[in-house]
């Protein structure tokens, strides 16, 4: 696996960070439709995109997205129900999805209905072939995935020490997670890894110590599951930070 390094933006404020990460999303669906007809993104979790989704389906944002040629699914889910207050899907509902005109045939959620885990996450891999329209043996490259960081080193639902990190052949995994005492769904890296653009989007100065441990630090996957993204072929990383998450870090571009 390639160890380029990645890109790196650091905006000035919470603020320009959720422009530059909008406007990075907006050049991503443009170029892709115009590539492939269509851009599939895989959204992250958490509470530092909630801002973002939010501008996003501001009239001036969202008016720049063809909804009808976007595919959304999710890097990882909580295995709850969708009106559970820890769902993924909940959060993007109610910031983006409620207020943007994408069809609902192009939202593709976990369907935690199923109950049990890991057939949830069969059942999304299965989800994810079919969309992609991939056989048994390729790997769907996601134009996007949007990522955060955990201060513990996790990203997407990659937590310290679990079997999700050692997964080379599925796509979609489900483990119980000891630390956040649930189920969680997730992408793999061997998923993740194939995307054209990995994006993560991180903010706050209490991120700037992981960000600094898992771009400056010695490699320990096991310890830091976000040091296991990088893309597997010509894709790019991007880390979209602001000043605060990235004062620890060395040699840092600006945003324009
Ligand atoms: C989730 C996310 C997770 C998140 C990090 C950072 O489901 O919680 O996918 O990986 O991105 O935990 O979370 P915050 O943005 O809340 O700091």
Redesign the pocket.
């Known amino acids: 696996m390639s160890e380029s390094k990645p890109n790196i933006i650091v905006a000035a404020n919470r603020d320009e960070l959720n422009v530059v990460a909008a406007q990075f999303i907006a050049r991503v669906a443009k170029d892709s439709i115009a590539a492939r007809s269509r851009c599939i993104i895989a959204l992250?979790?958490?509470?530092?995109?909630k801002l973002l989704y939010a501008l996003l389906a501001q009239p001036e944002w969202s008016a720049r997205f063809d909804w009808n040629r976007i595919h959304l699914f999710w890097?990882?889910?909580?295995c709850v129900p969708i009106d559970h207050p820890d769902s993924?899907f909940a959060m993007v509902n109610k910031e983006l999805l409620s207020k943007v005109p994408i069809p609902k045939e192009n939202v593709h959620r976990y369907r935690t209905e199923l109950g049990d885990a890991s057939a949830v996450a069969a059942d999304y891999e299965k989800t994810l072939r079919e969309v992609f329209d991939v056989s048994a043996d390729e790997v769907p490259r996601f134009d996007l995935t949007l990522?955060?960081?955990?201060?513990n080193g996790?990203?997407?639902?990659?937590f310290p020490h679990c079997p999700a990190l050692r997964e080379t052949e599925r796509l979609v995994v489900a483990d119980y997670v000891e630390e956040v005492k649930s189920w969680?769904l997730t992408f793999t890296a061997r998923l993740i890894n194939a995307s054209r653009n990995i994006v993560f989007?991180?903010?706050?100065a209490?991120?700037a110590e992981v960000v600094r441990a898992v771009l400056n630090g010695p490699r320990k996957p096991e310890e830091l599951p976000a040091q296991l993204i990088n893309s597997s072929g010509d894709g790019e990383v991007t880390w979209i930070i602001d000043r605060a998450a990235a004062v620890l870090i060395q040699n840092t571009a600006t945003a324009p």
Do not use: F, M, Q, V
């Open positions: 992250s979790g958490g509470s530092t995109p890097s990882d889910e909580r993924n990522l955060g960081l955990g201060e996790h990203t997407a639902s990659l969680r989007l991180i903010s706050g209490s991120k």
